[in-house]
């Protein structure tokens, strides 16, 4: 069965795709998204701020607006029984 994490305004993501998580805002994290290109990006910020971004599997990557903190801890709510 799939847990899913609930990320706002219909947007969810499966908890097990989640192999990476990091602030949207510092350096390295910008270069990844630049290097990405959109094809490999995806958008589920809503119109919010973007707050972190998630490395998935297959080399993708969400944006999301959520605090790393609170992806972390709804990530971690998920996978306990």
């Not at 069965?1 to 219909?10: F, H």
């Not at 119109?47 to 599997?57: A, H, N, Q, S």
């Given at each position: 069965?799939?847990?899913?994490?609930?990320?706002?305004?219909?947007g969810a993501i499966a908890a097990h795709r989640v192999i990476g998580a990091a602030r949207a805002n510092s350096a390295p994290v910008k270069r990844l998204?630049?290097?990405?290109?959109?094809?490999?990006?995806?958008?589920?910020?809503?119109?919010?701020?973007?707050?972190?971004?998630?490395?998935?599997?297959?080399?993708?990557?969400?944006?999301?607006?959520?605090?790393?903190?609170?992806?972390?801890?709804?990530?971690?709510?998920?996978?306990?029984?």
């Open positions: 069965m799939t847990n899913w994490i609930d990320l706002g305004r219909g998204l630049q290097a990405a290109g959109n094809a490999r990006v995806i958008n589920l910020t809503y119109g919010e701020p973007r707050e972190t971004v998630l490395i998935l599997e297959g080399g993708y990557l969400a944006v999301i607006s959520l605090p790393l903190e609170a992806f972390l801890a709804k990530l971690y709510r998920s996978e306990t029984p």
